[in-house]
């Protein structure tokens, strides 16, 4: 079980797209949220979108390896899925901030944690400012985020840079992580 995580704006959703794409053999979980979608995104592919009523029931039932609320929104990890993906012996790739990620450590410490950083934190903020998916408050907020994650890059077992325009070296780096881990340690199970 591998978890992607980091700041905002660093690529995480581009990099889990190309290796979509590209057909590895790994489960990516797909998230649940309450933010509104965004043009471009599909439900069931890019998140799952629940209305808070729908989301509070599934944190009720148990239904989330984790969940939080992050700038406002809900987001949570379906059991299920990770349950169904390592029962049928597939790796498993989880997309959680930097929370959600001490939480899974917690959990699973046996599992691969890889951070994805910026270049730069200025490249951070160009990328947060072409986006324009925030308002300026929701934007400094992010931001203030994104520093204070830098500072957990302990809690990780590798850190890649997602470079501007170098999208394909980053989904390489962390198949390698993968391939390399395989090789380390042998399978072990996840009692969710």
């Known amino acids: 079980m591998m978890v992607l995580s980091g700041p905002s704006g660093v690529g995480k959703d581009a990099v889990l ?112 400012t072409i986006r324009k998916t925030e308002a300026q408050i929701d934007f400094d907020r992010r931001l203030k985020t994104a520093r204070e994650e830098m500072e957990r890059l302990p809690l990780f077992d590798y850190v890649v840079v997602n470079s501007d325009g170098a999208l394909d070296e980053a989904v390489a780096a962390l198949e390698s992580i993968i391939q390399a881990e395989r090789w380390r340690y042998p399978r072990r199970t996840l009692e969710l």
């Open 17 to 128: 797209s190309r290796i979509r794409d590209l057909h590895y053999d790994q489960h990516i979980v797909v998230t649940a949220t309450t933010r509104p979608m965004r043009p471009m995104e599909t439900d069931g592919i890019d998140y799952i979108f629940l209305d808070q009523a729908a989301f509070d029931k599934k944190v009720t039932d148990d239904e989330f390896l984790e969940w939080a609320e992050v700038y406002g929104n809900f987001y949570g990890v379906p059991k299920d899925q990770v349950r169904d993906a390592i029962s049928q012996g597939r790796d498993v790739i989880i997309k959680a901030d930097v929370q959600g990620a001490a939480t899974i450590k917690a959990l699973n410490p046996y599992g691969v944690f890889v951070f994805l950083a910026p270049p730069s934190f200025v490249e951070l903020e160009r990328r947060l």
